[in-house]
């Protein structure tokens, strides 16, 4: 109860094992109790107990009656939920900005997600109000109350809420992700580094991709903003890659720029490139946008969070920032491997080849990666 609560963990969409202990247990009935993030409250109850399962047809819904997300309760029909036989209490809750809120008045109860529904819900108790909400995206690190329940554990879903490294998330768990939750955006640690990157289940295709371009410092011959550009090799397939060390800056981050060779092997364990040219995996991404600004303007913007950070080019760097970019694929082409672009004209796909023509360059230019996974 002395910490320092601005040091609370509150990164949206993280999800840190924080609690906040007060101590008061010798109260009894009156007890506030501590308060506790989602992933630490997932596993604190004692064994043989387990947290209530929140959502319609749930523990909570079963205890407290009918209700949906955002519907309120009289004030007398509120003030019973603090006597005999529920007893719960206005313990407040902690969030990282604000540090301890509303003890006394209101109370935020965590609960466990039902089989089959992703959606995470809070239980909101406050005076005159009752209501069983699915939280925001930033609530995650917030700290609240917990009550146990006894019974055979609850098995929440396996997907991509149930992880916290790129690593640890496979096929199997992006498929049991369900699109109809609103909260699909997760922010990932990459395990070879401790960088972390935001991922998403699209909707367009139902697979898992990286939303953010990969800043990963391997790949090959190292370039930097301070190595001679000139040494950049040209002939070939050869791995190297310009490193920006940029991720911090998220979904606008422009990335490490990889030649075709060298970008086949820096995704995380469990990830790959997507496939490209004709009927591929970038090409089922893109389909029906358009091919001009605006549809340029949509691949900018949720959910896609493309970037044009442009790419290496040999003797001259990185060229063409704020203007277009190419992302590699696994695929290769008659003259070198498949990428996909987009520019400030509209998108296009291009081949990646020896001759820049009109094929759009060299599999030995530095061009970003966005790993994926089926998730279907």
């Known amino acids: 109860m002395n910490s320092d609560l601005s040091r609370w963990d509150s990164t949206n969409y993280s999800n840190p094992a924080n609690y906040y202990y007060r ?34 047809g749930g523990d909570y819904y079963n205890l407290l009656g009918d209700y949906t997300s955002g519907t309120t309760t009289a004030v007398n029909a509120t003030k019973k939920y603090l006597q005999s036989p529920y007893f719960f209490v206005y313990g407040g809750w902690v969030d990282g900005e604000d540090g301890m809120v509303y003890s006394g008045t209101r109370a935020n109860y965590r609960s466990a997600r039902m089989t089959g529904d992703s959606t995470v819900y809070t239980l909101d108790l406050s005076v005159g109000d009752k209501v069983m909400k699915s939280i925001a ?33 496979t096929p199997t768990l992006c498929a049991n992700t369900t699109l109809a939750d609103r909260q699909t955006l997760r922010l990932l640690t990459d395990s070879r580094d401790g960088h972390r990157y935001w991922v998403s289940k699209l909707s367009k295709d139902g697979n898992c991709w990286m939303v953010q371009n990969l800043d990963y410092d391997g790949g090959g011959t190292r370039f930097d903003k301070n190595s001679d550009f000139s040494k950049w090799d040209t002939v070939g397939f050869p791995e190297q890659y310009y490193y920006r060390g940029d991720w911090e800056d998220g979904l606008s981050s422009y990335g490490t720029l990889y030649t075709w060779q060298s970008a086949q092997n820096v995704c995380p364990v469990t990830w790959r490139l997507p496939t490209g040219g004709p009927s591929s995996e970038e090409t089922a991404l893109w389909s029906g946008i358009a091919n001009s600004l605006a549809g340029v303007n949509k691949l900018v913007a949720a959910p896609f969070y493309f970037v044009k950070s442009g790419f290496f080019e040999a003797g001259d760097g990185p060229v063409s920032e704020e203007v277009e970019e190419y992302w590699w694929s696994s695929t290769p082409g008659p003259l070198g491997g498949y990428a996909m672009a987009i520019n400030t004209k509209g998108r296009q796909y291009i081949r990646s080849s020896s001759d820049e023509g009109n094929t759009g360059g060299g599999s030995y230019w530095g061009e970003s990666v966005r790993c994926m996974m089926s998730g279907n």
């Open 23 to 56: 101590g008061d247990n010798d109260l009894g009935r009156d007890s506030l109790g501590s308060l506790y993030s989602y992933k630490a409250a997932s596993n604190v109850c004692p064994v043989g107990w387990r947290l209530p399962i929140g959502g319609k």
């Open 137 to 169: 995206t930033d609530d995650f690190h917030w700290g609240e109350s917990v009550r146990c329940v006894y019974g055979e554990p609850a098995t929440e879903p396996e997907d991509i809420y149930t992880v916290d490294t790129m690593q640890e998330l």
